[in-house]
C-alpha cells in the first residue's frame, strides 16, 4: 500500500471535502481517503497495483477541483510559497473592501427608497419620477460586487455542474436568479413602470458580500495556524561550529559523527551526545522542564535548546527529519492535518437542501405553465422559491451566535481562534494539563530554608550575595527571595568560579563558600549528615535543594521549587464538577508531578514525557472514546495541543503554543478552562435554536413561494416579499444570538 498527499484547490465548505473524498474513495485499491478543509490536504492509501498518481488527479479534477501532488516539507518554508500566501489573503481582503463599500452604496440607492420616509437622492434617480435610471444605477453597482466575489459564483455553479453541490452553490443560484430576475425586471420598466418594485440587486450583492466576510477570516486564521510550523524551524540555529577547524558551517549541511563546538549562551545545532565539558542547558521550549538541566560528558542533548555558561562539545547523533525538533514539526503537521471532528451543519445538508430546492422551484414553475398560466407567472414561483431558500438563515444561524459568544469570550479574557473549536469545546470529556507555567508559575522560588549555622535571613543574606554573580535561574530565585524579605545581600564575592553541572566556589567575606549540589559538597569533603535526611526529602517532592558552607563547615540548605498558581486547585475542582476527567501531563520528574497532583487534585498524573510522547498520550484518550482538551503553554505543547480536539493556551505562554492552540486563555487563570465549556456549551445551544427557526422558516416559506395556497386563498408569495421573508428570518436568527451576549460565565 501507498500512502501519499496532494494539494487541493477550489474547496470552501465541509460539502467539498466530501466530495473529494467521495469521488476518491470509488477508485480501485484506495484503503482510506481523507480530506483536511483548513490545510487543503487530501491523504490517501492505496494499492499501487490497481490506482495510479494520475487517476486520483484525473478523478479529483473531474469533479471540479484542482489537484496536484504535495512535495516534502522543506527545513525551511520557501519565501515563495509564503509570499504567494500573504499576497491571496491581501487580495482577498481588497476584493471584500471593494465589495462592502459599493453594497453599502446600493443598499442606500435601494432600500433608502423604500422607507416611510425615502432617504434624500438626486431626483433622477428617483425610483418615482425616473425608475429606469433607478434601476440601471442598481444594475451598475452590482456589477462589480459581482466580479469582485466571482470565485464563490463560478466554484458554486461549477460543483453543481459537477453534481458536488455546496454552500457556494446555494450563494450562486440564489445571486444569480435574484440579478438576472431583476435584469428581466429592469429591462421591462420602460413598458410597466411598476416593475421597479421588484428588483432585488441588493439580495445578491449583501449575500455575496456576507459570504466573502467569512472567507477572510477563515483564511487568515489559517494563516495564522501555518505560523506555528515556522516558529518551530526558527528555533533551529543557521549555523554550526565545527570542533575540529572552528568553521562556521550552515546546519543543514551536518551529518551524523561530526564533532561541534557549542558556545556558552547560544543554541545547540543538532541533537547529539556531550563528549567534552560541562554546562547547564536550557530545555524548556523542547521539554517543559522550567529549570536549565546539567550536562556533562555522555549526556545527550537536543537541536534548539540553549547552552548555559558552559562550554560544550558535542558529537552529533541525528540530523534532518530524524532529529527531535523534526519530530515535534512533523507532529504538529500531521495533528494539524488531521480531519475536523465536528463540520459545520449547514454545509452538511448542502448537498441535499441545493437539488432539492432546485427540483420543486422547477417543479412548481412547470406546474403553473402547465395549468395554463403565463410564463411571467411561472418565473415569478421559479424565482420566489429560490430567493426565499437563499441560505442566509441557514447560512447566518451557525456564524452568527459563533461570533457573539466568541465576542462574550473575549470581553471574559478567552480568545476563541475558530468556530470550530467553540462547536467541539462543548463535547469535552477530558482536559490534559501541562504542569510548568500552566498548572504552576512556572519561575522557580525559594520553597524553604533549612539553616544550620547560620540564622535563616544570615543564610538567605550570604546566599543572595554569592548567587548575585550568577544567572542561573536558581541563583535568580534566592536573589529575588532576599530582595522579597527587603534584606540586605551579602558583598559580592571577591572572586568566583563557576563549576558547571555542581554550582560554584567564590572567595567572599574572608573565607571560601561554595554553593551548589549534593556532588560539590561531597567532593569538597564537606559533611552533609545533619541536612542529609532533609535533602532527600525535598528532593522526594521534586524540590531542588542547594547547599551553602563556607571553609568546608555546612552553613545550610535553601530549597528552590516551582509554586502552583492560587487558582489552580479551584480550577480543576470546577472542571470535576462539569464531570470531566483531568490529567496532569509533564515532561518532569515524577516525584515533582506526584507532589503537584496532590496540591491540586488531578485524576490521573503521566510525568518524564517529551514532546512526540505527549501527543501519544492525547491520543491514548481519543482512542478510549474521550473529547480530549489540552491546556499548555511551552513550545514543547505545540505537538499536544494540535494533536488534541481542543488545545488551549495560557495567554502568558509561547508564541508557538499559543498559535498551535483554538482556545486562549489571556489572563493566564486555569479557572477560565471551565469557563471556556461553559460559554461552548451555551453559543451550541443558540446554534441549535437558530438552525431550528432556519428549517422551519424554509419548511413553511418555500410551499407557500411555490404557489401551495394560490387556488385555495389566493396567497401568492411575490419574490418582493420572498425576500422580505428571507430578511425577516435572518432579523430573526441574529437577535436570538444577540442574547448570548448578555449570558454570565
Not at 36 to 47: A, F, R
Not at 528 to 544: I, K, V, W, Y
Request: glycine letters at 8%; hydrophobic letters at 45%.
Amino acid at each position: 500500500m501507498r500512502e501519499e498527499a496532494y494539494d487541493i484547490s477550489g474547496m470552501h465548505c465541509a460539502a467539498c471535502s466530501a466530495s473529494v473524498e467521495r469521488v476518491t474513495r470509488k477508485l480501485p485499491g484506495v484503503a482510506r481517503s481523507e480530506v483536511n478543509l483548513t490545510t487543503g490536504v487530501l491523504s490517501i492509501e492505496y494499492d499501487e497495483g490497481q490506482t495510479e498518481q494520475s487517476d486520483i488527479i484525473k478523478k479529483v479534477e473531474k469533479a471540479g477541483f484542482g489537484c496536484k501532488p504535495r512535495t516534502q516539507r522543506q527545513e525551511t518554508p520557501p519565501k515563495a510559497e509564503v509570499d504567494e500566501a500573504a499576497l491571496e489573503l491581501r487580495r482577498t481582503k481588497q476584493n471584500l473592501i471593494g465589495a462592502a463599500v459599493t453594497t453599502v452604496i446600493l443598499l442606500y440607492v435601494s432600500m433608502g427608497q423604500m422607507l416611510t420616509r425615502p432617504l434624500p437622492l438626486p431626483d433622477i434617480l428617483s425610483m418615482a419620477t425616473h425608475p429606469v435610471n433607478y434601476a440601471i444605477t442598481q444594475l451598475i453597482l452590482t456589477i462589480p460586487v459581482l466580479w469582485f466575489g466571482r470565485n464563490y459564483l463560478i466554484g458554486g455553479l461549477k460543483a453543481l455542474w459537477h453534481r458536488n453541490p455546496n454552500m457556494d452553490s446555494l450563494v450562486a443560484i440564489g445571486s444569480s436568479c435574484s440579478f438576472l430576475y431583476s435584469l428581466v425586471m429592469t429591462y421591462l420598466i420602460s413598458d410597466v413602470p411598476h416593475h421597479v418594485h421588484y428588483l432585488y440587486y441588493e439580495s445578491a450583492a449583501v449575500v455575496l458580500t456576507l459570504i466573502m466576510v467569512g472567507k477572510f477570516l477563515e483564511s487568515r486564521n489559517v494563516q495564522k495556524t501555518k505560523g506555528a510550523i515556522t516558529k518551530l524551524m526558527d528555533l533551529r540555529p543557521d549555523v554550526a561550529i565545527l570542533a575540529e577547524t572552528g568553521a562556521e558551517v550552515p546546519t543543514a549541511s551536518l551529518k551524523a559523527g561530526d564533532l561541534i563546538l557549542v558556545k556558552p549562551g547560544t543554541k545547540i545545532a543538532a541533537d547529539g551526545t556531550v563528549t567534552k565539558g560541562e554546562s547547564s542547558v536550557n530545555e524548556a521550549m523542547l521539554t517543559g522542564e522550567s529549570l536549565p538541566v546539567e550536562k556533562g560528558m555522555g549526556s545527550a542533548v537536543i537541536g534548539g535548546s540553549i547552552n548555559g555558561d558552559g562550554v560544550l562539545y558535542v558529537s552529533v547523533t541525528r540530523v534532518g527529519e530524524d532529529s527531535t525538533l523534526s519530530k515535534i514539526i512533523k507532529f504538529v503537521e500531521d495533528a494539524q492535518g488531521k480531519k475536523a471532528p465536528i463540520s459545520r451543519i449547514a454545509d452538511k445538508v448542502a448537498g441535499v437542501f441545493v437539488p432539492v430546492v432546485m427540483a420543486i422551484a422547477v417543479l412548481a414553475a412547470a406546474v403553473w405553465l402547465l395549468a395554463g398560466y403565463e410564463f411571467s407567472f411561472a418565473l415569478r414561483i421559479f424565482t420566489s422559491v429560490l430567493v426565499i431558500a437563499c441560505p442566509c438563515a441557514l447560512g447566518l444561524a451557525t456564524p452568527t451566535a459563533i461570533m457573539v459568544g466568541t465576542g462574550l469570550g473575549a470581553s471574559n479574557g478567552i480568545l476563541i481562534r475558530s468556530g470550530e473549536a467553540l462547536e467541539i469545546t462543548h463535547k469535552t470529556s477530558a482536559v490534559v494539563l501541562d504542569k510548568t507555567g500552566t498548572v504552576t508559575e512556572g519561575k522557580p522560588v525559594v520553597a524553604e530554608i533549612l539553616p544550620l549555622s547560620a540564622e535563616e535571613n544570615e543564610l538567605l543574606a550570604l546566599a543572595a550575595g554569592v548567587e548575585s554573580v550568577s544567572q542561573h535561574p536558581l541563583a535568580s530565585a534566592i536573589v529575588e527571595a532576599a530582595k522579597a524579605r527587603n534584606l540586605q545581600a551579602a558583598d559580592a564575592p571577591e572572586k568566583f568560579e563557576n563549576l558547571p553541572g555542581r554550582g560554584l566556589r567564590a572567595e567572599a567575606g574572608g573565607g571560601t563558600v561554595l554553593a551548589g549540589n549534593q556532588r560539590l559538597m561531597e567532593e569538597s569533603g564537606v559533611d552533609l549528615t545533619p541536612l542529609e535526611r532533609d535533602g532527600s526529602r525535598l528532593a522526594g517532592q521534586g524540590q531542588t535543594p542547594m547547599y551553602f558552607a563556607r571553609d568546608k563547615k555546612l552553613l545550610g540548605l535553601i530549597s528552590v521549587a516551582d509554586q502552583v498558581k492560587p487558582t489552580s486547585a479551584d480550577a480543576i475542582a470546577a472542571l470535576k464538577n462539569q464531570n470531566i476527567r483531568t490529567v496532569l501531563l509533564t515532561g518532569d520528574n515524577r516525584a515533582a508531578a506526584e507532589a503537584i497532583a496532590s496540591q491540586v487534585g488531578v485524576d490521573e498524573v503521566v510525568a518524564e514525557v517529551l514532546p512526540e510522547e505527549k501527543a501519544g498520550v492525547i491520543r491514548r484518550l481519543q482512542d478510549e472514546g474521550k473529547t480530549v482538551m489540552m491546556v499548555g503553554d511551552g513550545i514543547n505543547d505545540a505537538p499536544a495541543l494540535a494533536q488534541a480536539d481542543i488545545g488551549c493556551a495560557i495567554g502568558n505562554g509561547s508564541d508557538i503554543a499559543i498559535e498551535s492552540a483554538q482556545v486562549i486563555l489571556m489572563r493566564g487563570d486555569l479557572r477560565d478552562v471551565a469557563r471556556a465549556i461553559r460559554l461552548s456549551r451555551l453559543t451550541i445551544r443558540d446554534i441549535k435554536q437558530n438552525l431550528f427557526w432556519a428549517f422551519c422558516y424554509n419548511t413553511v416559506g418555500i410551499p407557500i413561494a411555490a404557489g401551495a395556497l394560490f387556488l385555495s386563498h389566493g396567497l401568492l408569495l411575490s419574490p418582493m416579499i420572498a425576500g422580505a421573508a428571507m430578511s425577516l428570518s435572518s432579523i430573526c436568527v441574529v437577535t436570538n444570538a444577540l442574547r448570548l451576549g448578555h449570558k454570565k460565565l
